[in-house]
């Protein structure tokens, strides 16, 4: 999983959303319709708290590399297992739409891989560890983005 202070998802994807930036200043590649990226932050944004609030009520940690004390199984994690990483990745999309340029949505995309195989990864882990078999059957019926 992560390995220190500023190696969590939220500084990746602020790293994300300034490279995106930086492209579309640079690199326009293409022009892009705006309107729909604002909708994607909303979208983002909403899905983030609902995501936190379960996090809240079942009294889990939250960062990633602590240790699981519930199996969230509702709310928005009754469809994808990630949804605070998935709201994450619809505010870069969300973000580098409405920058206009499709060159902006290039970093979202490096996000998930990176997110995946520095977070998710372990956090599933984890989760088996800790929950073993019913871990296992949550993720034989829930995506993982």
């Known amino acids: 999983m992560g390995g220190g202070r ?13 490279v995106s930036w930086g492209l579309a200043r640079t690199l326009p590649v293409a022009a892009l319709p705006g309107g ?11 899905l983030a708290v609902w995501s936190v609030f379960w996090f809240r009520r079942k009294g889990t940690p939250l960062e990633p590399g602590k240790v699981p004390r519930a199996l969230i199984v509702e709310g928005p994690y009754r469809i994808n297992r990630n949804p605070i990483y998935t709201a994450m990745l619809l505010i870069l999309i969300g973000w580098g739409l409405a920058l206009g340029a499709a060159s902006a949505l290039v970093p979202p995309l490096v996000f998930a891989v990176i997110v995946t195989r520095r977070f998710v990864l372990g956090e599933e882990a984890a989760l088996r560890a800790a929950f073993g078999a019913e871990a296992e059957r949550y993720f034989a019926r829930t995506r993982r983005w």
């Open 6 to 18: 500023l190696d969590l998802p939220p500084v990746w994807a602020l790293g994300a959303a300034l």
């Open 36 to 46: 729909m990226g604002r909708l994607l932050i909303v979208a983002g944004l909403a």
